[in-house]
């Protein structure tokens, strides 16, 4: 008995190390991005951002993304990266409410450059 709770709490321990040091995943991601957006941290928006379209190049979250980096260069003050990044959004954009959303960070964005 004491061997099976032994070769139990093993797998228990292997399995905890594999899944810590796993790769965040497109969703956890996003999350993580969407989440220091709401808090107002824009440098990090724009940096796990810029991961973000490395490792997920053809993600269906891709449209979101470029909008929240466009955005957050926005409000650091980054204008050229600002109309940049939401310039690229607006040629993927489907949803009609982030069209509108990039448009008028795009716009002001132009005006302050």
Same mark, same amino acid.
Not at 61 to 85: D, H, P, R
């Given at each position: 008995?004491? &061997? !099976?709770? @032994?070769?139990?709490? #093993? /797998? +228990? /321990?292997?399995? +905890?190390?594999?899944?810590? $040091? =796993?790769? &965040?995943?497109?969703?956890?991601? !996003?999350?993580?991005?969407?989440? #220091?957006? %709401?808090?107002?941290?824009?440098?990090?928006?724009?940096?796990?951002? %810029?991961? !973000?379209?490395?490792?997920?190049?053809?993600?269906?979250?891709? %449209? *979101?993304?470029?909008? @929240?980096?466009?955005?957050?260069?926005? *409000? /650091?003050?980054? +204008? #050229?990266? $600002?109309?940049?990044?939401? =310039?690229?959004?607006? %040629?993927?954009?489907?949803?009609?409410?982030? *069209?509108?959303? $990039?448009?008028?960070?795009? $716009?002001?964005?132009?005006?302050?450059?």
């Amino acid at each position: 008995m004491k &061997k !099976f709770l @032994l070769f139990i709490f #093993a /797998i +228990f /321990i292997v399995d +905890f190390f594999v899944f810590a $040091a =796993s790769p &965040k995943s497109e969703n956890s991601l !996003f999350e993580e991005i969407s989440s #220091a957006y %709401e808090n107002g941290f824009y440098p990090g928006v724009v940096k796990q951002a %810029e991961n !973000f379209l490395k490792k997920y190049p053809s993600s269906e979250l891709l %449209e *979101k993304v470029l909008c @929240l980096e466009g955005e957050s260069y926005f *409000k /650091i003050s980054k +204008f #050229a990266q $600002a109309k940049n990044v939401l =310039s690229r959004a607006l %040629e993927k954009l489907s949803d009609d409410d982030l *069209k509108l959303q $990039a448009t008028y960070y795009l $716009a002001r964005a132009c005006y302050e450059l």
